[in-house]
């Protein structure tokens, strides 16, 4: 069956950082994107970055960008979210999920409509929590 796992999740001091993991299975990760998203308390779901491996294509949402990096391992079907200073704005539950590429992966107009924002496998998430 398809699974998408996350983990690194914790709690962590304003200016640390955390390295998030999603190991993907039951599906062909290079004909998939991988995107991050969060949601926190009482707020509604948001992208957080994008990956497809087959193209290079990354993408990141303005309120991480220059602090979050994404990156992906392909042999190990595995995409990464290397967070650094962190704030606490940032706590939030992080869910990976995966999108074809076929429905334009990191690009398609999808990413525009909340909060499944047309993935087609979701993640059960992992909390980060910013402490001040």
């Known amino acids: 069956e398809v699974q998408l796992v996350e983990s690194g999740g914790g709690l962590v001091q304003a200016g640390g950082s955390l390295r998030l993991s999603c190991a993907a299975s039951g599906f062909t990760f290079d004909d998939y994107a991988i995107g991050w998203f969060r949601q926190a308390p009482g707020k509604e779901r948001e992208g957080v970055s994008c990956?497809?491996?087959?193209?290079?294509?990354?993408y990141y949402f303005d309120s991480v960008k220059g602090r979050f990096t994404i990156s992906s391992d392909n042999a190990k079907n595995t995409v990464y979210l290397q967070m650094n200073d962190l704030r606490p704005e940032d706590t939030a539950t992080y869910y990976c999920a995966a999108v074809a590429t076929v429905k334009r992966g990191c690009y398609g107009s999808h990413w525009l409509f909340p909060p499944t924002y047309g993935m087609d496998y979701w993640g059960k998430g992992t909390l980060v929590t910013v402490a001040s």
């Open positions: 990956i497809t491996s087959s193209d290079g294509t990354i």
